[in-house]
Nanobody, 118 residues
Framework: QVQLVESGGGLVQPGGSLRLSCVAS????????MSWYRQPSGKQRELVAA??????????NYADDVKGRFTISRDSAKNTVYLQMNSLKPEDTAVYYC?????????WGQGTQVTVSS
């Protein structure tokens, strides 16, 4: 059974930083690309960052509005993918979701709320 469990969200002031974590289980983590999405209140879910599987030399992909501020990384020894978010802006406020697409289907975590406000 595939499970994705996010953590690390919270309330932060503009300009601050947060690191989100997503612990994965139920599939071969090192063999799958991992992604972070977000969904602002009342809006559609959107891709934030994506990272290829271990051994794949592809560069991470980022949404234009987070490039240079967010960094996706993964630790296959811990089956965990991270999203380091720096220089946060109020428009980054959203529920952030971890995502994986496997041969069996597409899976989402429960989400973690990030609120950027003074």
């Amino acid at each position: 059974q595939v499970q994705l469990v996010e953590s690390g969200g919270g309330l932060v002031q503009p300009g601050g930083s947060l690191r989100l974590s997503c612990v994965a289980s139920g599939f071969r983590f090192s063999h799958n690309a991992m992604s972070w999405y977000r969904q602002p209140s009342g809006k559609q879910r959107e891709l934030v960052a994506a990272m290829s599987s271990d051994g794949n030399d592809g560069r991470p992909n980022y949404a234009d509005d987070v490039k240079g501020r967010f960094t996706i990384s993964r630790d296959s020894a811990k089956n965990t993918v991270y999203l380091q978010m720096n220089s946060l802006k109020p428009e980054d406020t959203a529920v952030y979701y971890c995502n994986v697409r496997t041969i069996l289907g597409t899976y989402w975590g429960q989400g973690t709320q990030v609120t950027v406000s003074s």
